[in-house]
C-alpha cells in the first residue's frame, strides 16, 4: 500500500498530518520506530485529546516509519467511513 497524504516531521521526530472527518478533525502520528496513532484533533496533540486507535490500543506496530504511517492511514480511513456511516453521509 502506498501512503495517500502529506506528513510532515515535527521538531521531536514524530510525524504527522490530519483529515477531516464527520466527528472533526482527526490527527495521524508515527514514529521512526513504528508506533502511530491517530487522535481527535490537531497535528499538535493536546492533552484530554482522545486516542481513537493505534498501536496503544493493541493495533500492530509497524516495521518501520513508511509502515506506520501506511498503518496509520488505512486506520483513519476507516474512522472516517465509520463516522461517515454514523452521521448516514453519502
Avoid: Y
Avoid at 32 to 41: D, I, K, L, M
Amino acid at each position: 500500500m502506498s501512503r495517500l497524504l502529506n506528513w510532515s516531521m515535527t521538531p521531536t521526530g514524530r510525524w504527522a498530518t490530519t483529515m477531516n472527518s464527520h466527528g472533526g478533525h482527526i490527527a495521524l502520528h508515527a514514529w521512526p520506530e513504528g508506533t502511530w496513532a491517530v487522535t481527535r484533533g490537531q497535528v499538535t496533540p493536546k492533552a484530554g485529546d482522545p486516542f481513537l486507535i493505534g498501536t496503544r490500543q493493541g493495533e500492530p506496530q509497524g516495521r518501520d516509519l513508511e509502515h506506520a504511517m501506511e498503518l496509520c492511514e488505512a486506520a483513519a480511513l476507516e474512522v472516517v467511513e465509520g463516522e461517515r456511516i454514523k452521521h448516514g453521509k453519502a
